[in-house]
């Protein structure tokens, strides 16, 4: 199997010398994912944990409803890329018929080749979980997803998507190229082992485009939390979903841009209210 990541003889120009190094680097490969045997999308993405990948693309693209309606599974490497072959049970087959399209998505981009505006901007499902979070609680899951990042510590060119519960800490991580491919992956993983996404938080180390979103409400996690800036179609879609989005979240704070009613900010004021009087 093609490894994530290589080493690579490179030129380091610094202080006026130069000298020759190697570097661990993030390995990119094409994805072909097919469907009964007919192809549906090829995107760019790091050749590790593919059947995360496969059943979380199928779930957060709406091909199938759950990790068994995929009958079968196979990963066959080819010398220009991987392909991921999933055979669908009978109705999910039928209904993707209807749907067929095809897809070539670069790193990064997780709309390319959609053919239609209608295709783009499907309705997002409504996320109605109540689940509130703490303001602590965000800045140690940020802390822990930091620490889980193995592959982007050596390669420091790679996004994480992961999976935040009050009552587990952080439950998983995945790491790609591209930011909807760890996503993807971490639905995958949490999809296979049945762990619902309510009541917990997405975080990502990207910025929150609005298929991030999509993906997050196909999922049904109720809060998303991102290191970078919205867009503002991502906004609008979180507002639509019902979606607790954060984002420019950093070790001394946040912003929220959508249903503030899940952050607990009172009890945090309580908190520290409680402490000034104790200390009074």
């Known amino acids: ?15 006026q010398e130069r000298a020759e190094r190697e ?31 496969a059943v979380g693309f199928s779930l957060t693209e709406g091909i ?39 897809m070539a998505g670069p790193t990064g981009c997780g709309l390319c080749g959609i053919e239609s ?13 109540g689940a509130r979070f703490r303001p602590a609680e965000i800045l140690q899951a ?3 997803v930091a620490f889980r990042q193995d592959l982007n510590r050596q390669t420091r060119a790679v996004h994480a998507a992961a ?21 993807d992956k971490l639905v995958g993983a949490l999809a296979r082992e049945r762990i619902a ?21 196909a999922f049904g996690a109720p809060v998303v939390v991102a290191m970078s800036a919205p867009t503002g179609l991502a906004v609008r879609t979180a507002q639509a979903a019902g979606i607790t989005l954060v984002a420019v979240a950093r070790s ?9 009613e899940r952050i607990a900010m009172e009890a945090q004021a309580e908190a520290a209210q409680e402490v000034v009087d104790n200390v009074a």
């Not at 999910?92 to 095809?102: G, Y």
């Not at 996404?197 to 409400?217: F, H, N, W, Y």
């Open 1 to 15: 199997m093609t490894k994530p990541a290589i080493w690579v003889a490179h030129s380091v120009w610094r202080a």
């Open 64 to 102: 199938v409803a759950a990790p068994q309606d995929i009958n079968q599974f196979d990963i066959v490497e080819q010398e220009i890329g991987i392909e991921l072959r999933l055979w669908l049970a009978a109705p999910r087959a039928a209904a993707l018929d209807q749907r067929r399209r095809h």
């Open 117 to 129: 505006l209608a295709q783009a901007m499907r309705p997002v499902p409504r996320v109605t979980d």
């Open 163 to 183: 999976f935040w519960r009050s009552t587990s800490g952080l439950v998983a991580v995945r790491e790609d190229v591209g930011r909807h491919n760890a996503l």
């Open 142 to 144: 940020l802390d822990a």
């Open 197 to 217: 996404g309510a009541p917990g938080m997405i975080v990502l180390t990207s910025r929150v485009s609005v298929e991030m979103v999509q993906k997050t409400a």
């Open 23 to 53: 570097r661990l680097i993030p390995e990119e490969t094409a994805l072909a994912l097919t469907y009964n045997g007919a192809a549906y999308a090829v995107m760019m993405a790091t050749p590790r944990d593919l059947a995360d990948f």
């Open 252 to 260: 001394d704070g946040f912003e929220i841009f959508s249903h503030p």
